[in-house]
């Protein structure tokens, strides 16, 4: 079967880093996606991978590596606005949408 | 710009009522889909429309149908609801992001639909 995995739940402070990390099974591979979605409102874009390596965009970053089946967001600079939940997302060889459940990331002061 | 527009918002049926969702869309998108997102679970894809006139089942499709009468608008319908079907519903359009592989579709959400069925 298809599997995306993704922590359930993550606390950072602001001002620090962090890495919420995907790690798929699929059936191929055409892409990565992470959407943020706050609460109760609708996910929205932040990056797309397809090859391997590092994505850079402002405070967040993501990352690609196909062989191990894995990738990472990263966020410098937290801010509060940041709390939020991140959806990893794979699209499979029939250019299907695999989306994880999700990482509830909570930001302390 | 409204991006895409969902009706309504909320709503609450009894078991064995009908409803329709609404999807509307400004941005000339091909491509629309409608997603249920339930906690602890991934976005499920419900059915999709790769253009006016057409439509695909997707991950979920038992329960629901859908239409695509017009390019911008996409409806899902619930014929005899039931309580399983108590879930946020998420209408998307996607539009091609050029790049390196050969671009992905993006999708734009809309707000979402909270449905509770009793």
């Known amino acids: 079967g298809q599997n995306i995995d993704q922590p359930t739940e993550m606390t950072a402070t602001e001002g620090a880093i962090v890495q919420i990390n995907c790690t798929y099974q699929?059936?191929?591979?055409?892409?990565l996606f992470w959407y943020q979605q706050h609460a109760g409102e609708a996910p929205t874009f932040l990056s797309y991978?397809?090859l391997d390596g590092l994505e850079e965009k402002g405070r967040f970053s993501s990352f690609l590596s196909r062989s191990k089946g894995y990738s990472y967001l990263l966020l410098k600079e937290l801010q509060m606005k940041d709390s939020a939940s991140y959806l990893c997302?794979?699209?499979?060889?029939?250019?299907?949408?695999?989306w994880g459940a999700g990482t509830k990331l909570i930001i302390k002061p | 710009n409204a991006g895409v527009t969902q009706t309504p918002k909320f709503r609450v049926l009894k078991t064995g009522q009908s409803m329709t969702l609404l999807c509307a869309q400004d941005?000339?998108?091909?491509?629309m889909y409608w997603y249920r997102q339930d906690p602890g679970m991934g976005l499920r894809l419900i059915h999709y429309?790769?253009?006016?006139?057409?439509?695909a089942k997707g991950e979920v499709p038992d329960g629901y149908n859908v239409s695509r009468l017009k390019k911008q608008n996409f409806l899902l319908g619930l014929e005899s609801a039931a309580p399983s079907q108590t879930s946020v519903y998420f209408c998307?359009?996607?539009?091609?992001?050029?790049?390196?592989?050969?671009?992905?579709?993006?999708?734009?959400f809309g707000a979402g639909s909270r449905l509770t069925v009793l």
């Open positions: 998307a359009s996607s539009y091609v992001l050029a790049g390196e592989g050969g671009g992905a579709n993006v999708l734009t």
């Open positions: 941005m000339n998108h091909e491509y």
């Open positions: 429309s790769v253009g006016e006139g057409t439509t």
């Open positions: 699929t059936s191929g591979f055409n892409g």
């Open positions: 991978n397809v």
């Open positions: 997302a794979v699209m499979d060889s029939n250019y299907q949408l695999i």
